[in-house]
């Protein structure tokens, strides 16, 4: 604020420096009357930023213990004078609301402006986002309320990423949406992943290809599997089965004896004869 000068004109005296105020401007305080330079000298605070005397005329501008010239009364960021603008006062710096909002106001991670007063906005992975820029980075829809996904390149509406992205399955070329079965770089439903020959799921379960389809053991076993020359079952190659192999014909190891005596001849010298297997020691 500013004090009114006043014009004395009768002969009274400064109350300091004595000086006559006859045809001389004198200001009050109280019921004793100053001098401009003694009033200025005793009453008038000082300016915070050019650390001047704020004159008895001039605007004397506060803020707690804190005085300044209107004109030096400025904005640290843009030094515009803050005299009648709105400001925050921050780490002893005066920063008009523009400023502040550019440099210390959170800002969306998407278009990098700071949030106003009462704008809703949206907080994700410690991040900040205007409701307008959490958008999927497919359709451009804003996210909102709704379900979504986060890609490494973006984040995608629940839509667009099953549209795009979700495994789908390789049979029935459905979305896959629990756990399913990897086979042939390619993801199948539990329930879709099934043997060729029964139909059984294949999920948990151990299973053989045979030319890229995939097959249970047993139907493996029985469509596949080479015939025992004895019993005509199939020799199963899994866990430690064994087969002994003579020219075209293969024998479970058990089945692999003697046609007389029954001894095994596995490790042994064997003859053929019309199809059955003899010993050495057995006569033909």
């Known amino acids: 604020m500013s004090v009114k000068l006043k014009q004395s004109s009768g002969s009274p005296e400064c109350s300091k420096c004595v000086v006559s105020l006859m045809g001389r401007q004198?200001?009050?305080?109280?019921s004793r009357k100053f001098c401009v330079a003694c009033y200025e000298s005793l009453y008038c605070n000082t300016c915070q930023g050019c650390k001047s005397i704020i004159s008895a005329e001039s605007r004397d501008i506060s803020y707690?213990?804190?005085?300044?010239?209107d004109t030096c009364f400025t904005c640290t960021?843009?030094?515009?004078?803050l005299a009648n603008e709105s400001f925050i006062h921050k780490e002893g710096k005066f920063i008009c609301a523009k400023c502040y909002e550019d440099k210390f106001s959170p800002k969306c991670t998407t278009c990098k402006k700071a949030f106003k007063p009462g704008i809703k906005r949206m907080e994700y992975q410690g991040k900040s986002y205007h409701e307008k820029c959490f958008c999927c980075c497919s359709c451009g829809e804003a996210i909102g309320q709704k379900s979504f996904v986060k890609k490494e390149d973006g984040i995608f509406c629940k839509k667009c990423f099953e549209l795009k992205l979700a495994n789908?399955?390789?049979k029935c070329n459905k979305i896959i949406k629990t756990s399913g079965v990897a086979y042939k770089e390619k993801t199948f439903h539990e329930a879709?992943?099934?043997?060729?020959?029964?139909?059984?799921t294949l999920a948990h379960e151990q299973f053989v290809t045979h030319e890229d389809a995939p097959y249970c053991v047993?139907?493996?076993?029985?469509?596949?599997?080479?015939?025992?020359?004895?019993?005509?079952?199939?020799i199963s190659g899994f866990g430690e089965s064994k087969m002994i192999v003579f020219e075209d014909n293969q024998w479970h190891v058990e089945c692999f004896l003697c046609h007389m005596c029954k001894s095994p001849?596995?490790?042994e010298g064997f003859i053929m004869h019309e199809g059955d297997t003899y010993c050495t020691e057995c006569e033909v």
């Open 26 to 30: 004198y200001l009050m305080q109280g």
């Open 64 to 69: 707690k213990d804190l005085h300044f010239h």
């Open 77 to 81: 960021g843009c030094a515009k004078s």
């Open 168 to 170: 789908k399955c390789g």
């Open 192 to 200: 879709c992943f099934l043997c060729e020959g029964c139909k059984k």
């Open 218 to 234: 047993d139907c493996h076993v029985d469509l596949f599997s080479k015939k025992c020359h004895k019993c005509s079952k199939p």
């Open 265 to 267: 001849l596995e490790g």
